[in-house]
T-cell receptor, first 115, second 114 residues
Framework: NAGVTQTPKFQVLKTGQSMTLQCAQDMNHEYMSWYRQDPGMGLRLIHYSVGAGITDQGEVPNGYNVSRSTTEDFPLRLLSAAPSQTSVYFC??????????????FGEGSRLTVL | AQSVTQLDSHVSVSEGTPVLLRCNYSSSYSPSLFWYVQHPNKGLQLLLKYTSAATLVKGINGFEAEFKKSETSFHLTKPSAHMSDAAEYFCVVSLTSGTYKYIFGTGTRLKVLA
């Protein structure tokens, strides 16, 4: 029962470097998303996807890119890292059942520090 | 537009006393609502969910929440706090009209005093 798998768990970058946070789920969920968590601000939605080939922006998309080529994978790319992107990142997936949405299933989180 | 407001950023209770964490939402459509808990340096765990069935929802660890459409509220309660309940709690709203997404409240940090 892997659920949602995020890698890496920890990463330190220098300003201007690029990197990709990986996210994979094995539950055949159509919905996948990325959040960042900062103290006192809860979880803020970066990007989300409702199926392969479909992505959309959340509340704080600037500086991040996503793609969804398969149902299972939803990588988050930082194009040119900035100190303001120091945060904990969570990937989450979910499903829709009739008129209702299911709960979010979360990865364990990735702690990113940008120096 | 949908949004969710957690009315208290910090709540302190004594062990053995009731817990009330307040959440109000706004949504143009019938929402699904969730409460998650996050213990320090841990991931997020689902406490309970409302998805248009019974308005009183029971969750894990003795928590429950009541969906009140007229008040647009989904407050989280527990009759008797335990030290292990100290954590941050998030109220989450989603809707299913068209493209769907989930929006988090800013969280309520619960402190339990011995």
């Amino acid at each position: 029962n892997a659920g949602v798998t995020q890698t890496p768990k920890f990463q330190v970058l220098k300003t201007g470097q690029s990197m990709t946070l990986q996210c994979a789920q094995d539950m055949n969920h159509e919905y996948m998303s990325w959040y960042r968590q900062d103290p006192g601000m809860g979880l803020r939605l970066i990007h989300y996807s409702v199926g392969a080939g479909i992505t959309d922006q959340g509340e704080v998309p600037n500086g991040y890119n996503v793609s969804r080529s398969t149902t299972e994978d939803f990588p988050l790319r930082l194009l040119s890292a900035a100190p303001s992107q120091t945060s904990v990142y969570f990937c989450a997936s979910s499903y829709r059942r009739g008129a209702s949405t299911g709960e979010l299933f979360f990865g364990e989180g990735s702690r990113l520090t940008v120096l | 537009a949908q949004s969710v407001t957690q009315l208290d950023s910090h709540v302190s209770v004594s062990e053995g006393t009731p817990v009330l964490l307040r959440c109000n939402y706004s949504s143009s459509y019938s929402p699904s609502l969730f409460w998650y808990v996050q213990h320090p340096n841990k991931g997020l765990q689902l406490l309970l969910k409302y998805t248009s069935a019974a308005t009183l929802v029971k969750g894990i660890n003795g928590f429950e929440a009541e969906f009140k459409k007229s008040e647009t509220s989904f407050h989280l309660t527990k009759p008797s706090a335990h030290m292990s309940d100290a954590a941050e709690y998030f109220c989450v709203v989603s809707l299913t009209s068209g493209t769907y997404k989930y929006i988090f409240g800013t969280g309520t940090r619960l402190k339990v005093l011995a």
